[in-house]
């Protein structure tokens, strides 16, 4: 078993910057795809970005790209999503989830996943 715990969110402003933590325990990770979801009221959950498993690659959806970025300590088990220049729309529970997916932005692929912090970004 794997326990995710994420920290940070909270609120922010339109311009602004938050970042969320995920620390992860349990089995041992390595090798695996990280990856961020958000969940907007009355809205499915969407892929935000990953970080595979090979090749430390990233992928961001293109609502965030330039915006976001995702770095992992795998040493620390520990990931993280850097969120700058914040817009409204980012208002969202996020999720850090782990595991070995066909397609990173692929909900159902991860096995593992955190309890949802909840991000507000006021304008």
């Known amino acids: 078993q794997v326990q995710l715990v994420e920290s940070g969110g909270g609120l922010g402003q339109a311009g602004g910057s938050l970042r969320l933590s995920c620390a992860a325990s349990g089995r041992t990770l390595s090798p695996a795809t990280w990856a961020w979801f958000r969940q907007a009221p009355g809205k499915e959950r969407e892929f935000v970005g990953a970080v595979t498993r090979i090749g430390w690659n990233t992928f961001y959806t293109d609502s965030v790209k330039g915006r976001f970025t995702i770095t992992r300590d795998n040493a620390r088990n520990m990931l993280y999503l850097h969120m700058n220049s914040l817009k409204p729309e980012a208002t969202a529970v996020y999720y850090c989830?782990?595991?070995?997916?066909?397609?990173?932005?692929?909900?159902?692929?991860?096995?593992?996943w955190g309890q949802g912090p909840q991000v507000t970004v006021s304008s």
């Open positions: 989830a782990v595991g070995s997916p066909r397609s990173v932005a692929v909900t159902n692929d991860y096995l593992y």
